[in-house]
Nanobody, 121 residues
Framework: HVQLVESGGGSVQAGGSLRLSCTAS????????MAWVRQPPGKEREGVGT???????NYADSEKGRFIVTKDNAKTTWYLQMTSLKPDDIGMYYC????????????????WGQGTQVTVS
């Protein structure tokens, strides 16, 4: 099974920016969708953005206009660019790969990494 490794988290002030990376152990998932998921402290995981293999993207309403998901086609690396960060964005961020089950949905997620922590003060 593919392994995903997230990186790029850190601590920023409100209004700041971070870029998270998700690197796959092989290119077997290059044609899959890649979902970014956040888990706030004490809460369940929630989707924040998805990159589909045709280049289309989807975002949770609270992330639209602030977060952008991209993929480096020369690498097996996906990115989550986050801007205008606010305390509500605090949490552990994960990437997971899956298959497109609907126009805006990436399902059957697998390959969860260890996550990368984002803190906003």
């Amino acid at each position: 099974h593919v392994q995903l490794v997230e990186s790029g988290g850190g601590s920023v002030q409100a209004g700041g920016s971070l870029r998270l990376s998700c690197t796959a152990s092989d290119d077997s998932v290059s044609n899959n969708c890649m979902a970014w998921v956040r888990q706030p402290p004490g809460k369940e995981r929630e989707g924040v953005g998805t990159f589909f293999s045709d280049g289309t993207t989807n975002y949770a309403d609270s992330e639209k206009g602030r977060f952008i998901v991209t993929k480096d086609n020369a690498k097996t690396t996906w990115y989550l660019q986050m801007t205008s960060l606010k305390p509500d964005d605090i949490g552990m961020y994960y990437c997971a790969t899956g298959v497109r089950t609907d126009l805006n949905k990436c399902g059957f997620l697998e390959g969860w990494g260890q996550g990368t922590q984002v803190t906003v003060s």
